[in-house]
């Protein structure tokens, strides 16, 4: 395989709900190692992106491959590769921790071995501890870490984490966020990170704005700022995407927000 | 997908259906209180009112609570399937369901994994209530236990993935109880659960006798009815097994990522 092979690619996915346009021609791109933030209001296309991604639903039309297979034509392929923390909980939350990790080996068929790896894994996001407690237990911000090793279990190239820090207090959040961009630092994953907090963005390799289903820019965090001619990345977004008086700056005013 | 694979998926789903239904002690009771009370007071109250004929697979007169036993465990298998249907539409709005379609295996099978697993518990259900029809003494042949299984097997997958397919179109949980009032309890009443066929014939109930003697619950009784005496009915088997390929398929495609599960919901 080619160095260059990208871990996502994602070339002109566009999906519709009826009327409702949610993505309109996306495209994407992101390497191994790299930790790109998905910022964009509510309502922007990230969960529709996401449930694409995650193989929910298939694009109306475009192209996706993780790790040069394409994903449409062999979705487990592309699955065995994906690990995706979900907005919503989903744990089993009348399991142990460790009886949620198990699940999920025998889900992905990774035998004897895959059970041998929950330990240290629970020990590298702070719950050597943990294992036997039953998640009902455990406070948000560990129930969230579950997932998160849930996620890496299988060994994934590309980690999807769909605004996997929507409830958590300020230090749960740094603790999570300092613990993926590590794994992207360490062992090479890709990681595709939503978000509507901009400060997330900041700290990302590169930021990927979505608006009423469309790219509005992409850079690093540095050049999206630099290329907006405003003072921070805050206030970047909020120009591109905020609506002055009437306007509507991000897409034809004749759209719907998806 | 490779077999090993294939296995410890369908074990790790079907053990953790099975643990949740233990856990969950209250279902197992209602389970059976359910056709108990049918058996115990309705089968008392009923017994001299319906004088069953000796009809096959009877080799003579029966008791009615003998007569209504396999339409009881049919009943079971009905509640069973809806039910886990029921668990199917819960786990898809807490997220439980998007988990389970990452895992790298083909969705028919993870799918057909689900239908299992449920129709294990119906099993499970199927055999504490013979328990409960020898503790009250109703005379089922001991060996007809072990002949029914196959058909309560195929009768229970069947009515299972008559859930799943209604999983498909229950878009949200509230919708359930009218599942019940249109799916239940029709396709109990319709059938030859609590009296033969032709008893709905002799009381110039055409159309009625009709519409129940095509019913597949109408089949998935007669199937077990007829396997507690080691009989085969071959026409049973035929149209139980036939609408169970019919309903899976008929799901599967209903979650086919091409077609769109969840209804296409606006983002908020």
């Known amino acids: 395989m080619a160095s260059s092979t990208p871990t996502l690619e994602v070339r002109d996915a566009v999906k519709s709900y009826g009327e409702v346009k949610a993505l309109q021609g996306v495209s994407m791109r992101i390497e191994a190692g790299q930790f790109m933030a998905l910022l964009g209001p509510n309502g922007a296309g990230k969960s529709t992106l996401f449930q694409l991604l995650s193989g929910l639903f298939v694009p109306d039309a475009g192209a996706i491959a993780i790790c040069g297979e394409d994903f449409l034509k062999k979705p487990t392929i592309g699955l ?70 849930r996620a890496l279990l299988h060994r994934p190239a590309l980690l999807l984490m769909d605004e996997a820090t929507v409830g958590l207090d300020p230090q749960s959040r740094t603790t999570l966020m300092a613990l993926v961009k590590g794994l992207c630092r360490d062992q090479g994953l890709a990681v595709l990170w939503a978000t509507h907090l901009v400060n997330e963005a900041e700290a990302a390799d590169r930021v990927y704005v979505l608006h009423k289903g469309r790219k509005l820019t992409e850079g690093t965090p540095t050049e999206v700022v630099a290329a907006s001619g405003c003072a921070s990345l805050e206030e970047a977004f909020l120009k591109m995407t905020v609506p002055p008086a009437g306007a509507a700056p991000g897409g034809k005013p004749e759209e719907k927000a998806a | 997908m490779k077999l090993g694979h294939a296995l410890e998926a369908l074990w790790a789903i079907s053990s953790r259906e099975l643990r949740k239904f233990i856990q969950q002690r209250s279902r197992l009771l209602s389970a059976l209180v359910r056709p108990s009370l049918w058996l115990v007071v ?21 008791e009615y609570q003998v007569y209504v036993a396999p339409g009881l465990l049919g009943m079971v298998c009905l509640f069973n399937g809806i039910q886990s249907s029921l668990a199917m539409v819960y786990d898809r709005e807490m997220g439980m369901m998007r988990l389970l379609l990452t895992a790298p295996l083909a969705r028919a099978y993870l799918l057909a994994c689900k239908l299992v697993a449920g129709t294990l518990l119906s099993l499970v259900q199927c055999y504490a209530f013979l328990g409960v029809c020898a503790l009250f003494g109703v005379d089922l042949p001991w060996i007809g236990w072990l002949y029914a299984l196959p058909a309560l097997l195929l009768g229970g997958l069947m009515l299972g993935a008559l859930g799943l397919l209604l999983s498909v179109y229950i878009k949200q949980i509230e919708n359930f109880a009218s599942t019940m009032n249109f799916v ?40 077990t009815r007829f396997a507690m005496y080691g009989q085969l009915n071959v026409e049973s088997l035929a149209v139980v097994a036939g609408t169970l390929v019919v309903f899976f398929a008929w799901a599967a495609y209903g979650y086919d990522p091409q077609r769109g599960m969840v209804k296409k919901r606006a983002q908020a």
């Open chain 2, 184 to 223: 239940i309890f029709p396709m109990f009443f319709m059938s030859s659960a609590l009296y033969p066929l032709w008893k709905l014939k002799e009381s110039g109930a055409d159309w009625l006798f009709y519409v129940s003697s095509i019913n597949p619950f109408t089949h998935s009784v007669e199937l």
């Open chain 2, 42 to 62: 309705f089968a008392a109250g009923f017994r001299n009112v319906f004088g069953v004929a000796v009809i096959e697979p009877y080799t003579s007169f029966v």
């Open chain 1, 80 to 149: 065995a590769k994906l690990g995706v923390v979900f907005q919503q909980p989903t744990l089993d939350l009348d399991l142990s921790v460790t009886g949620n990790l198990r699940f999920h080996a025998a889900l992905h068929g990774l035998g004897a071995e895959g059970r041998a790896r929950i330990a240290p894994l629970l020990a590298q996001v702070g719950l050597g501890d943990a294992g036997d407690k039953i998640c009902r237990t455990l406070s948000g911000g560990n129930r969230r870490k579950v997932e998160l090793a």
